[in-house]
C-alpha cells in the first residue's frame, strides 16, 4: 500500500472540438510510483470521448502514448491505449508511472463537435 503524495486538479471544464487536445498542463509526476486519474465525465453532443495520458522524459516532451505491447513468435506490437467513455461516467485508472517524470492529459471524441464537461483530478501515490 503506498501513501498519497499530491493530489492535482488536471482539468475542469468543458471539451471543445473532435480533434485530440491537451486537457490542462502537464503535471510533474517524477516522487510517483503510481498515478490515479479520477475521471467525472458529463456527455454533451459528442457521441464517444477518449482520454489518453502521454508521458515524457524531460518537460515539454509529453508526447510519448500510454500503451501496451503485445505479440507472439517474439514479435511486439505497441497499441496506444486510450480511454473510452460514450455516456455519463465517473472513472478512475491507476497507472504505474515509476521512472516517468511528466504526465500530460489528452482528450478526443467523435460525432458532433465536443460540448460535454469533464472534471479530472490526479492523485499520485509513493510506495513504501
Known amino acids: 500500500m503506498g501513501r498519497v503524495t499530491s493530489t492535482v486538479v488536471v482539468f475542469s471544464g468543458t471539451l471543445a472540438g473532435t480533434a485530440e487536445a491537451a486537457l490542462g498542463n502537464e503535471i510533474n509526476i517524477s516522487y510517483a510510483d503510481k498515478v490515479t486519474l479520477f475521471i467525472n465525465y458529463t456527455k454533451g453532443a459528442e457521441g464517444t ?50 521512472g516517468l517524470p511528466f504526465m500530460r492529459l489528452y482528450a478526443e471524441s467523435a460525432g ?16 513504501l
Open 112 to 127: 458532433s463537435t465536443a460540448n460535454g464537461t469533464v472534471a479530472v483530478t490526479a492523485v499520485m501515490t509513493e510506495e
Open 49 to 98: 470521448v477518449w482520454f489518453q495520458p502521454k508521458f515524457g522524459h524531460t518537460t515539454a516532451q509529453g508526447t510519448f502514448p500510454w500503451g501496451e505491447a503485445a505479440g507472439t513468435a517474439g514479435n511486439k506490437t505497441l497499441t496506444a491505449n486510450k480511454l473510452q467513455l460514450s455516456a455519463n461516467a465517473d472513472v478512475y485508472h491507476t497507472f504505474d508511472v515509476s
